[in-house]
């Protein structure tokens, strides 16, 4: 078994946060835990005393026979992609990077995942273990270094997606994997009641798909695998060659389709498969299918009240990406029914009785 050490400028500076946070607990002082900061514009904004974990970096451990690797949250994203890159293995779930300062940490927090998401899975599904610190300032570890290794409340993968409101992460063990033998994206020109049928037909079917996505009268898709899978599902669907660097914008938001007008705010919407287009007021240059139709993104002016609606009519939801200061919906996630709150309630009060944590970030009430 290989396994690499902590890199000389990594720093743990676990101590100093758990102190931090002993001190909050006791004044009742609101923390903002903040990494990279690239993430800020996700969610409500947050009043209180920054918990700045950047200088908590580094890999503590890694195993690349094992496929297993842990590391601190303020770890820069470029750091651990390039790091796992030497042993040609990646983060499956393809975790959006919206500057140089982003962190695994705030990748985890968000929940946050790539193109590759439905067919790989989501952030949560490679999550292994976690080291949290809880409301008293306790630095607890839950989980492992292994797939199956948890007996009750599953409190790691729990933390993807919280936005920091139940903890604070300090540490995060994750399954990774190689990176495939093969890979060819390409492009092909139809219209989006075609493209959608394409995708329905092709979802049927054992071939090599990754990425799906379809944008103003062109789909785009990515095949990944083995050399002679890609070759023969590139020779079946033929089309024009895409550069790789396509999934990367889409994943980061660097393509210029999400460059705002005057008056627009930027929508995910998150729907079932093989939804029909919505009947939504919207151009179609003004949509964005991902996920093979299942995240699709909408540059509108069109009330919150009206998007949601249409979503949940489908069995979907829909979450704000613009800033409320910026043009955005006041509550960018969609509302919780009494049912589901009650439970957020819950959970809230047994793991922040004093919200500490992120106060508002997902809801005002929390």
Do not use: M, N, Y
């Given at each position: 078994m290989t396994e690499l050490a902590i890199h000389a400028a990594d720093q743990d500076i676990g101590d100093q946060l758990c102190e931090q946070v002993r001190s909050a607990y006791t004044d009742r002082t609101p923390l903002r835990i903040v990494g990279g900061d690239t993430r800020g514009f996700y969610g409500r904004p947050v009043e209180g005393q920054a918990l700045n974990l950047a200088a908590h970096s580094g890999i503590v451990s890694y195993d690349p026979v094992e496929l297993v690797v842990t590391v601190r949250a303020g770890t820069r994203l470029s750091a651990l992609h390039a790091a796992l890159a030497e042993n040609h293995q990646m983060l499956a779930f393809e975790p959006p990077i919206f500057g140089e300062a982003s962190t695994i940490g705030g990748a985890v927090a968000t929940g946050l995942s790539g193109?590759?998401?439905?067919?790989?899975?989501?952030?949560?599904?490679f999550v292994l273990g976690t080291r949290v610190?809880?409301?008293?300032?306790?630095?607890?570890?839950f989980g492992g270094e292994v797939m199956k290794n948890v007996a009750g409340y599953d409190l790691s993968r729990l933390m993807a997606g919280a936005q920091g409101t139940l903890g604070v992460l300090t540490d995060i063990s994750f399954k990774v994997l190689p990176i495939p033998t093969a890979t060819h994206s390409l492009r092909l020109p139809l219209n989006l009641a075609d493209a959608l049928k394409k995708l329905a037909e092709l979802g049927r079917q054992p071939l090599p798909i990754t990425a799906a996505a379809w944008h103003n009268g062109e789909l785009f898709l990515r095949l990944e695998g083995g050399k002679s899978s890609v070759s023969a599902t590139q020779t079946r669907l033929g089309g024009e060659s895409l550069e790789a660097s396509f999934w990367t914008s889409l994943r980061d938001h660097s393509h210029a389709f999400f460059q705002l007008n005057d008056g627009q705010a930027l929508w995910r919407l998150s729907l079932p498969p093989h939804t029909a287009p919505l009947k939504l007021d919207i151009p179609e240059t003004d949509i964005f299918y991902d996920w093979a139709g299942c995240q699709r993104w909408l540059k509108t002016s069109l009330?919150?009240?009206?998007?949601?609606?249409?979503?949940?009519?489908?069995?979907?939801?829909?979450t704000c990406y613009t800033p409320h200061a910026q043009g955005g919906a006041v509550e960018p996630f969609t509302p919780l029914n009494k049912v589901v709150e009650k439970y957020h309630r819950n959970l809230k009060a047994e793991l922040d009785a004093h919200g500490i944590f992120n106060p508002g970030r997902l809801y005002a009430a929390f």
């Open positions: 193109p590759r998401r439905p067919w790989a899975g989501a952030a949560r599904d610190i809880t409301q008293e300032g306790k630095l607890l570890r009330e919150a009240s009206t998007l949601r609606a249409a979503c949940e009519a489908v069995g979907g939801h829909a």
